[in-house]
């Protein structure tokens, strides 16, 4: 069973940086592209960056120039490093990965599975 594990949450001060990584793991499949969204309280689940396999970065335009996704496809680890965090930084970070996982040789149609969140909390 395929499984997204994040880590790197916490509570930081406006200005400071936080790195988040997530690991995928569980049986074979193949991860189309990983990313990481973010739900503030009162609010929905958002898209804060995603990187594709093979291609370039998507950012929310909120975080462009301070927020940097990363992936090691051999380790299967997608990372997000912020910097100059701000008090609306301050949300609920879920790991995403659209997967298709391979049975019996082939290569189920992908879907997307989810990380449990991690909080990041921005604070002075």
């Known amino acids: 069973q395929v499984q997204l594990v994040e880590s790197g949450g916490g509570l930081v001060q406006p200005g400071e940086s936080l790195a988040l990584s997530c690991v995928a793991s569980?049986?074979?499949?193949?991860?189309?592209?990983m990313g990481w969204y973010r739900q503030a309280p009162g609010k929905q689940r958002v898209l804060v960056a995603s990187?594709?396999?093979?291609?370039?970065?998507n950012y929310a335009d909120s975080v462009k120039g301070r927020f940097t996704i990363s992936r090691d496809n051999a380790k299967k680890t997608v990372t997000l490093q912020m910097n100059t965090l701000e008090l609306e930084d301050t949300a609920v970070y879920y790991c995403?990965?659209?997967?298709?996982?391979?049975?019996?040789?082939?290569?189920?149609?992908?879907?997307?599975?989810w990380g449990q969140g991690t909080q990041v909390t921005v604070s002075s």
């Open positions: 569980g049986g074979t499949f193949s991860i189309y592209s």
């Open positions: 995403h990965a659209d997967i298709g996982v391979v049975r019996g040789g082939f290569t189920e149609p992908s879907r997307d599975y």
């Open positions: 990187l594709p396999t093979r291609g370039s970065a």
